[in-house]
Nanobody
Framework: QVQLVESGGGLVQAGGSLRLSCAASGSIFSINAMGWYRQAPGKQREFVASITSTAGTNYADSVKGRFAISRDNAKNTVYLQMNSLKPEDTAVYYC????????WGQGTQVTVSS
């Protein structure tokens, strides 16, 4: 089993920044992709960003140029640096880690006020 612990969410004004972290622990042999998704009230969960084991990245169009995903393989941790935040970025952000199966974090709330 793999456990994911997310941190870094909170309340920020529009234009501000936040950095999310997701640390994986447990029976980890190798981590393939790591990523972030989000779910706003009344909406479906959507893809935000992902990073492969070789540091290849992918972003949703809505966050390109504002968000940056990175990972520390030694710490089994993935980060999401969020800059120039907008009210529409308000959502619960979930970490996803893929080993031989996928695991999801518990979610962390990000609220951007206008």
């Amino acid at each position: 089993q793999v456990q994911l612990v997310e941190s870094g969410g909170g309340l920020v004004q529009a234009g501000g920044s936040l950095r999310l972290s997701c640390a994986a622990s447990g029976s980890i042999f190798s981590i393939n992709a790591m990523g972030w998704y989000r779910q706003a009230p009344g909406k479906q969960r959507e893809f935000v960003a992902s990073i492969t084991s070789t540091a290849g990245t992918n972003y949703a169009d809505s966050v390109k140029g504002r968000f940056a995903i990175s990972r520390d393989n030694a710490k089994n941790t993935v980060y999401l640096q969020m800059n120039s935040l907008k009210p529409e970025d308000t959502a619960v952000y979930y970490c996803r880690v893929v080993t031989s199966r996928e695991y999801w974090g518990q979610g962390t709330q990000v609220t951007v006020s206008s």
